[in-house]
């Protein structure tokens, strides 16, 4: 009886992982039948879900009932997601984070690893569902942010999308961004809010920044990234415009990592269902590099239920 107390706790999420796994408690529902006992026993053994109360009964725990609510809404959640069109998933995902106190990654990372055209798409469609701009709004919420006016450039670029590249530009915007971290030493502030900084990285193309940061690094002899990480949305924001699929790779190690905060989870769904059609082999790869393992069997062993098979779906894309 102890296994089955055990199997049906996990599927409970009581031992840790993402979501419930739907199947383990249906057949817990036929198997249990007239045996009091065992659902006596797995209340008693469940010290997170029930609580003694008085000897009398064991009291289901409030706070694990609204932990318990939103790992049941994961599954429903990425379905309703994956079924939206992606400029309203984006002005959702912006608005959520914008009136929600949450980090800007999010917003970082629908302004510079969408196209120009999907960027474009999500601004009209938050304007559609909340009439008021993307911009207006990011000027706003963080207006009192020293990474006000990045982020403001960032989800009002339109950027060039072709693949010509002006080397002798890129060679010079290389030397200027390292004439700005060394300027600004450890003060990230000063460096977020320098002008070439962000004309760069919020107007300059793709491909033209991923030449700027080659010759960053062999001007510098360290990857830009490295430089910026006094300001995460600065180097956010550089990871996302030239190497996203490093970045989303990260990102899904974050969370599914023991300790994951209710952000780094949220996290799973929304690149699982963003990426799937755009980069995930590249993700996938990215993360081996990484983390040395399979992204499939680090989100398996995490992940329960419905919500689990989902994400392999469209992680794993069928392999």
């Known amino acids: ?73 994961r599954f429903k959640n990425l379905m309703v997601m994956w079924a939206m069109h992606p400029w309203e998933r984006d002005a959702r995902l912006a608005h959520h984070v914008l009136h929600q106190a949450h980090p800007a990654a999010i917003v970082v990372e629908i ?16 304007q559609a569902l909340f009439h008021h701009s993307l911009e207006e709004d990011v000027a706003y919420r963080a207006r009192d942010k020293p990474y006000c006016g990045l982020l403001v450039g960032l989800v009002s ?17 290389a030397k200027a961004l390292v004439a700005a971290v060394k300027s600004a030493g450890h003060a990230a502030a000063k460096l977020v809010e320098n002008d070439d900084v962000v004309r760069i990285l919020t107007t300059r193309s793709k491909p033209h920044l991923v030449e700027t940061f ?9 990857h830009i990234e490295e430089d910026l990480g006094h300001e995460e949305t600065l180097r956010e924001a550089a990871l996302c415009l030239a190497t996203p699929a490093w970045y989303f790779s990260e990102v899904v190690a974050a969370a599914v990592s023991d300790g994951a905060d209710h952000h780094a989870k949220e996290a799973l769904t929304r690149v699982a269902v963003t990426r799937a059609d755009v980069d995930m082999d590249a993700i996938r790869a990215a993360y081996h590099e990484q983390f040395g393992g399979r992204l499939e069997d680090a989100v398996a062993g995490k992940a329960h239920g419905y919500y689990r098979d989902a994400l392999l779906s469209l992680v794993a894309g069928g392999k």
């Not at 302004?111 to 938050?126: H, M, N, P, Q």
């Not at 080659?214 to 360290?222: A, D, F, S, T």
């Open 1 to 73: 009886m102890a296994d089955e107390i055990q199997h049906l706790t996990r599927a409970f999420s009581g031992l840790g992982g993402l979501g419930v796994d739907e199947p383990a408690m249906v057949s817990a529902l036929a198997k249990w039948r007239r045996q009091p006992e065992k659902l006596s026993g797995f209340r008693k053994s469940f010290n997170g879900f029930f609580k003694d109360h008085g000897g009398v009964i064991e009291r289901c725990e409030e706070e694990y009932m609204l932990h318990l609510a939103a790992e049941f809404s």
């Open 111 to 126: 302004a510079c690893t969408r196209t120009a055209e999907e960027l474009l798409g999500a601004r009209k469609a938050y």
């Open 157 to 173: 670029a339109y950027r060039y999308e072709g693949p010509r590249v002006s080397e002798e530009t890129a060679r010079a915007e």
């Open 214 to 222: 080659k010759h960053y690094k062999e001007i510098h002899g360290r």
